[in-house]
């Protein structure tokens, strides 16, 4: 696992939010993010996909800067790749851009991204049996309903990512019972009914 410093999240702009938003893409940077350097075939196997798909849009991952060649790895003509940064960030000004085709690539992206949660979490439930006690004890699913401002909204928001930050590189990571955790937070307003 990366150090804290090592960790570089990209903050999405109108040009690489095109180039990301489809789901085949977003599925390859999440498996190299998540399980690291793979070639386009071996992705292919994970995903369910073509060869043909998955290098073509590895190739536009990386005309975008997400994904590069992992020089490393790999002889002759197999051609490994990695992700260039472990996270992404979303801008709210893309949801006000007036471009219509942004706006249409940040739902694609943001519907990915929460039908990739809900896959994960379902995971989580359907295995949870296969964790041991202190796994189960540990693992939470709650959900909180707060009255608050945007702004209070924006300062929990940033309150609790750099609480989950402090622990990236703790000490603890090393320990023989860590394992990757998945931390899934959504916050939205929702209407009185």
Not at 74 to 82: A, F
Not at 97 to 115: F, K, Q, S
Not at 129 to 145: I, K, N, R
């Amino acid at each position: 696992m990366p150090e804290p410093e090592e960790y570089l999240s990209r903050p999405l702009n109108p040009r690489t939010l095109r180039g990301l938003a489809h789901p085949l893409r977003i599925q390859l940077l999440r498996a190299l993010r998540i399980h690291g350097p793979a070639t386009a075939s071996q992705l292919a196997e994970r995903l369910g996909e073509s060869s043909g798909a998955t290098s073509y849009h590895l190739r536009q991952l990386a005309a975008h800067g997400f994904v590069e060649d992992d020089p490393t790895r790999g002889k002759g003509r197999e051609r490994w790749w990695k992700a260039g940064q472990q996270g992404t960030t979303v801008d709210e000004s893309l949801s006000r851009n007036p471009d219509p085709e942004v706006r249409g690539a940040l739902d694609i992206y943001v519907h990915e991204i929460a039908t990739i949660h809900t896959q994960e979490l379902s995971t989580y439930l359907g295995n949870r049996h296969d964790w041991s006690d202190d796994w189960l004890g540990a693992s939470d699913m709650s959900d909180f309903t707060l009255r608050l401002s945007p702004e209070k909204l924006r300062e929990l928001d940033k309150r609790m990512h750099a609480l989950i930050e402090s622990y990236r590189g703790v000490e603890e990571a090393d320990a023989p019972d860590a394992e990757r955790v998945r931390i899934h937070l959504h916050a939205f307003p929702q209407h009185e009914n």
